[in-house]
């Protein structure tokens, strides 16, 4: 099982564009782009000595095939921004996801098409997008992960020990410190709160963390459980 509800971090994105012909036609416009996409979110722990990677696994979501209506000349002026406004069209819910890959996804279509059309006449055309997201985290977090799973079969920490930590206050961190559970900094405007063992972390990732492990993801201090 891949807990991806807490330890995976550093997202990096890569996209994937194909273009398939499937109506032939005299006219120089396209009349309906079929669009897919899919999702393959692949999960890497960073070991200690610069050791590579460990791959942990994989989980592929399919995104629902939709086709809209696009009637346009592939040289248009315009090309561009209909070509990007019929893809968020067709995102829906997953735009947020996309929304950083969307330019290149655009670019790359419109260059697959065009090259199509410099080969093969078209009126339909299947656009697929995959997007690669690579999920990088800490070892130190695999580690802590992988004892706690084989020494107490992951017992989560009390949910009134949880409700009861200590809020940290804004004064009282460095904005530089990291939250060792998602590896980004403190800050001064997100809610940080600190363990018995003196250990701060967000208090969004370290509730997450709570509620699958009892251990301080640093030093191994014991909260207790139910």
Known sequence: MIPTDFVCH??????FVSATPIAASSSPYLTIIHFSFSLINHYWYIRPNDQPPEYWGVILEN?????????IHLFDTMFY????????????????????QQYGIVEETIRQLQSIRA?????????????????????RILLAFEESSSTDGMVPASKSSIELLEPVEANERNSNDECLVCLDELGEETQVV??????????????KWLENSHYCPLCRFEMPTN
């Open 10 to 15: 550093h997202c990096f994105k890569n996209s």
């Open 63 to 71: 995104c629902p095939t939709t086709s809209t209506p696009i009637i």
């Open 81 to 100: 921004e209909k070509l990007n406004h019929a893809i968020s069209h067709v995102l829906g819910t997953f735009e947020d996801v996309f929304e950083d």
């Open 119 to 139: 080969s093969t006449e078209m009126s339909e055309v299947c656009v697929h997008a995959e997007l690669q997201i690579d999920h990088y985290c800490d070892g």
């Open 194 to 207: 600190r363990l018995p063992c003196s250990h701060m972390f967000h208090a969004e990732c370290i509730t």
